[in-house]
C-alpha cells in the first residue's frame, strides 16, 4: 500500500463508522435506506426461476428467460412472455402491500413508450372498477397512479402524469409517494408533479397481481419495454431530501449514453392463404431488416427461404409444399447493424386433399375489446380449426395500428401462428392500406376466392356495390358458375338478413328493412348457384336464418345466413317481435366451428364460455 493512499482510505473508514452511525433505527437515513422490500436485478442473485429480495423477503418469480444485462446491471425486457411478479393473486391484508402512506421507487430504462406502462403495481383497473396504485409510464411520460377509500360510490383512481418527458433508452429514477394526503411524482431527484386528489386509506380490490415490469390487471397485459435496475417499496413517504439523496447515489446511471432501440417482434408469425401446395408467412418486427424463413417438416431439417431486402412487415411466399403435410417453421429478421430476432418453432399445415376432412372456425367484429378476442381466438384455438374465416371488422378504426397490434394480431396470436385466417372487410377497417399491407391475398384482395379441401370460398366487400351492374357482382357470377367444389361457401361483412333491432331501421318504431338490400342483390345468385351457406359479420351477435329462397324458408332447397359478430364489439339486440326468417338467435360473444369430411358437414356454435348453443348438420 503506498503511502499516499493511507490518508484518503483511513478518511474512508472514518466515513464508513458515521455512515454506520446513521444506520442506526429510528432515524431518517436508516429508514430512507432500508425500504419494506428492494429488488436488484443482478444476474448474480437470481436462483432458479426467482430473485430474491435483496432487503426484505418477498422474491420476484420470474416466468420466461430473463435477459440479464451488464454495465449497469440489469435486467432487459424485451419479449412479451417474460415475466415477472411477487404474487399473482395478492390479498390486501398482504403485509407487503402499504395501507396508507409509502414511497415505490425504481431505477428504469424506457426502450419504447406505450399507452399503458407498468414498471411496478398492485391494481385493478377495468371500466368503473379502480384500485391500487401504479408507478407506471405513458407514450411519453412516468405516471403514479392512485386510488384511495372514499365513503360513498366507488374508488376512482388519480393518474398523475409526469411534466418531464422521459428520455427513451436512458436510465431514470421515478419515485411516487403518498402521505395519505398528497401524491408526488419524482424524476431524477425532482419532483415532477404532485396531486391532493386522493385521501386516506388505499382502495384495493380483493385480489390483485403484484407486477414489476408490467401493466397487467384482470383486462390489461403490457409488457414493460426496457430494463430494471432496482425497485423499493417502502411503507412511508420520502421527503424529498431523502429522495434526492437516494438519486444522487446513483445518478452517473442518468449520464450512460442512450441504449439502442431493442429488435422486437411488433406482430409475431401469422400465416396467410394456405393452398395445397403453398403458404404465405408474414410478421412485423420493430426495427427494419431482412426477412428470413426456415422450414420443414422436423426443426433438424430444415430449407431456407431469404429477402434481403430491408423492411418492417415482413411476407414470405413458400412454394413447392407438399398437400396436407405438417411443418414447422421459424422466423428471423436482421438488422444493418446486426441485431437478430428470431422467433420460436412455430407450425403449419398445407391445404388438405378433397376427401379429407377439415375444420374452420368463424369470428367477427373483433373491436376494440382485446380481452375478450383472446377469449374467443382460445376458444378456437382449442379446436385445432385448418384455418379461420373473419367476418370483418377486424379492428374498430382501420387507420389505428396500434388497434392491428394490440387489439387483433396481440389477442390472436396462439390462433393465427399455426391457421391461416382469411379475412373479409368491415366498415370500420375504413378500407385503410393497413388492411392490404397486413393480409397477403390475391388481387384485387377486396374480393377473392379460395379453394380447401372439397370446399370453395368466395369473399366479396360489401362496403362497395354489389348491386348486379357491379364488378364484384359479375365476377361471383361467373366464379360460382366455374366451380366444381362439393360445398360452396360465401361471406362479407354486412348481413342479407338480419333481425337485428336498429342497423337497418329502427324495429322499435316500426321500421325494419331486415338486412343490408347492398348485400341481398347476392341472394340470387347464391340460390343460383346453392352455395351452402352465406356468413356475415357487422351486428354485434349471432343469428342462424332457416334455408332461404326469395323472401320464403325453403328447407330443401334454401341458403342458410349465419351472421356472426361476436368477437369483441359491444353487442347489440334483436328486433322486439321475431322476424319470418329466424332460426336461432344469441345475444354474446361466441364463435362458429364447422366440420366437414366428403359430404357431410357439422356446424356448432360456442359463446364465450365455451357453451355449445346452436348447432345443426347437413348432408349431400
Ligand atoms: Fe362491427
Ligand atoms: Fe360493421
Known amino acids: 500500500m503506498s503511502k499516499k493512499l493511507r490518508p484518503v482510505l483511513l478518511g474512508g473508514f472514518v466515513l464508513v ?212 435496475r432496482e425497485v423499493s417499496l417502502y411503507h412511508r413517504a420520502l421527503s424529498a431530501e431523502e429522495i434526492a439523496n437516494l438519486f444522487k447515489k446513483q445518478s452517473q446511471l442518468t449520464e450512460l449514453p442512450e441504449a439502442p432501440r431493442p429488435n422486437t417482434f411488433v406482430i409475431y408469425p401469422y400465416l396467410q392463404y394456405p393452398t395445397a401446395e403453398s403458404i404465405t408467412i408474414m410478421w412485423e418486427s420493430a426495427l427494419a431488416g431482412n426477412a428470413v424463413v426456415e422450414y420443414g417438416l422436423t426443426t433438424t431439417d430444415t430449407k431456407k427461404v431469404e429477402k434481403a431486402e430491408e423492411g418492417l412487415i415482413h411476407e414470405i411466399p413458400l412454394a413447392g409444399l407438399t398437400p396436407e403435410t405438417r411443418y414447422v417453421y421459424r422466423v428471423s429478421t436482421t438488422t444493418k447493424a446486426g441485431q437478430v430476432l428470431t422467433s420460436d418453432w412455430y407450425q403449419f399445415m398445407t391445404a388438405v386433399k378433397p376427401d379429407s376432412a377439415f375444420s374452420f372456425t368463424v369470428i367477427g367484429d373483433t373491436q376494440r375489446n382485446p380481452k375478450v378476442t383472446a377469449k374467443i381466438a382460445k376458444l378456437m384455438y382449442d379446436r385445432r380449426p385448418n384455418f379461420v374465416i373473419h367476418c370483418g371488422d377486424v379492428v374498430d378504426n382501420g387507420p389505428d395500428k396500434r388497434e392491428w397490434v394490440q387489439e387483433l394480431f396481440g389477442p390472436c396470436r396462439d390462433l393465427f401462428s399455426r391457421s391461416a385466417v382469411f379475412p373479409t372487410i368491415g366498415n370500420h377497417e375504413k378500407n385503410h392500406a393497413h388492411y392490404y399491407k397486413y393480409f397477403s391475398l390475391p388481387a384485387p384482395e377486396y374480393y377473392y376466392s379460395y379453394r380447401y379441401g372439397n370446399a370453395e370460398f368466395f369473399v366479396v366487400d360489401t362496403n362497395k356495390s354489389v348491386r348486379p351492374d357491379s364488378e364484384q357482382y359479375k365476377w361471383l357470377d361467373k366464379s360460382l358458375s366455374q366451380s366444381t367444389a362439393t360445398w360452396k361457401f360465401a361471406y362479407h361483412h354486412h348481413p342479407c338478413w338480419s333481425s337485428d333491432d336498429n342497423d337497418y331501421g329502427d324495429t322499435k318504431k316500426g321500421i325494419r328493412r331486415q338486412g343490408d338490400l347492398n348485400a341481398r ?100
Request: charged share 25%.
Open 17 to 228: 463508522i458515521l455512515g454506520m452511525a446513521l444506520w442506526l433505527p429510528g432515524t431518517d437515513a436508516d429508514e430512507a435506506d432500508v425500504p419494506i422490500v428492494r429488488w436488484t436485478f443482478e444476474k448474480a442473485k437470481f436462483k432458479g426461476k426467482s430473485l430474491p429480495a435483496s432487503v426484505g423477503k418477498d422474491a420476484l418469480t420470474l416466468r420466461g428467460n430473463p435477459r440479464w444485462l451488464s454495465n449497469p446491471e440489469a435486467l432487459e425486457y424485451v419479449d412479451d412472455d417474460f415475466r415477472s411478479f411477487v404474487k399473482e393473486r395478492m390479498e390486501p391484508h398482504d403485509p407487503l402491500l402499504p395501507k396508507k402512506e409509502f414511497t415505490v421507487s425504481a431505477w428504469v430504462r424506457i426502450d419504447e413508450g406505450t399507452k399503458y406502462g407498468g414498471i411496478v403495481g398492485a391494481m385493478q383497473d377495468n371500466g368503473d372498477y379502480e384500485r391500487g396504485w401504479l408507478l407506471g409510464y405513458s407514450e411519453t411520460h412516468f405516471s403514479f397512479a392512485l386510488a384511495t377509500e372514499v365513503p360513498v360510490g366507488q374508488p376512482k383512481m388519480t393518474y398523475l402524469k409526469g411534466k418531464t418527458p422521459f428520455q427513451r433508452g436512458r436510465w431514470a429514477f421515478v419515485v411516487g409517494t403518498f402521505d395519505g394526503k398528497q401524491m408526488r411524482l419524482f424524476v431524477n431527484g425532482q419532483e415532477d408533479a404532485n396531486s391532493l386528489a386522493q385521501n386516506g386509506l388505499i382502495a384495493y380490490p380483493p385480489v390483485c397481481s403484484f407486477e414489476v415490469g408490467r401493466y397487467k390487471d384482470d383486462d390489461e397485459d403490457y409488457p414493460l419495454r426496457g430494463a430494471l
Open 521 to 620: 342483390s347476392l341472394t340470387s345468385l347464391y340460390e343460383k348457384y346453392k352455395v351452402d351457406i352465406v356468413f356475415n359479420g357487422h351486428i354485434h351477435l349471432y343469428e342462424r336464418t332457416w334455408p332461404l329462397t326469395g323472401d320464403k324458408v325453403d328447407r330443401k332447397n334454401g341458403v342458410i345466413y349465419i351472421t356472426s359478430g361476436g368477437g369483441g364489439g359491444s353487442l347489440e339486440d334483436f328486433d322486439p317481435l321475431p322476424t319470418w326468417f329466424k332460426a336461432q338467435l344469441r345475444v354474446d360473444f361466441h364463435c362458429c366451428y364447422v366440420n366437414i369430411h366428403r359430404n357431410k358437414l357439422e356446424f356448432k356454435a360456442f359463446d364465450q364460455n365455451g357453451h355449445l348453443f346452436d348447432q345443426f348438420e347437413l348432408e349431400k
